[in-house]
């Protein structure tokens, strides 16, 4: 990812889902923890129920009759 951003380091992700499988899912956690671990913030957009297991600080948006609702789960 960082060669294709002309050598930038990137030190914040953002990744809009589309794992497909449970699989993919899982190898895509795997170095999205790795990413972390090594210093960066991840960012995941999704509505996949799995991952709320594999994230321990999360911030999660709902509808509500009175609008949208954001809180943090940690």
């Known amino acids: 990812m960082q060669s294709y951003a ?4 990137l030190d914040a ?3 809009d889902e589309g794992f ?3 699989e993919a899912l899982d ?3 795997r170095n999205l923890k790795d990413l972390q ?3 960066r913030m991840v960012g995941i957009i999704s509505h996949v129920a799995e991952l709320k297991e594999w ?6 948006l709902r ?3 009175a609008g ?5 789960v940690v």
């Open 13 to 15: 992700i953002f990744v």
């Open 20 to 22: 497909g499988t449970l």
């Open 68 to 72: 949208s609702e954001a809180a943090f």
């Open 63 to 65: 509808d509500s009759q």
């Open 55 to 60: 994230i321990g600080a999360r911030l999660e």
């Open 6 to 9: 002309g050598g930038i380091r």
């Open 37 to 39: 671990q090594a210093g």
């Open 27 to 29: 190898f895509a956690i």
